[in-house]
């Protein structure tokens, strides 16, 4: 088993930054590929980022590309998501996943932290 808790959610105006983290207990972090999830009011779970277990290789939404940045940390127990120049859109709660490599799904969820967005 592997534990996920966000932290770093909040108020922010729009145009502005806030950095998530997802620190990890249980099992060796580094085995794991980690994503970023968001699910928006009214919408269904979407996929925000992802990064694999050495941190050299990532991946984004479209919808983010250029604005947010996927990194890890394997000494800290940590994936960060650095998001910048947010948009009334970016409002959701976000979620930290975790996904070894024998898995074709995400094994761990974290339990959430809430990103809100104001004009």
């Known amino acids: 088993q592997v534990q996920l808790v966000e932290f770093g959610g909040g108020l922010v105006q729009a145009g502005g930054s806030l950095r998530l983290s997802c620190t990890a207990s249980?099992?060796?972090?580094?085995?794991?590929?980690m994503g970023w999830f968001r699910r928006a009011p009214g919408k269904e779970r979407e996929f925000v980022a992802t990064?694999?277990?050495?941190?050299?290789?990532?991946d984004y939404a479209d919808s983010v590309k250029g604005r947010f940045t996927i990194s890890r940390d394997n000494a800290k127990n940590t994936a960060y998501l650095q998001m910048n120049s947010l948009e009334l859109e970016d409002t959701a709660v976000y979620y930290c996943?975790?996904?070894?490599?024998?898995?074709?799904?995400?094994?761990?969820w974290g339990q959430g932290t809430q990103v809100t967005v104001s004009s």
């Open positions: 990064i694999n277990r050495s941190g050299s290789s990532t």
């Open positions: 249980g099992r060796t972090f580094s085995w794991y590929r």
């Open positions: 996943a975790a996904r070894s490599t024998y898995s074709k799904e995400y094994d761990f």
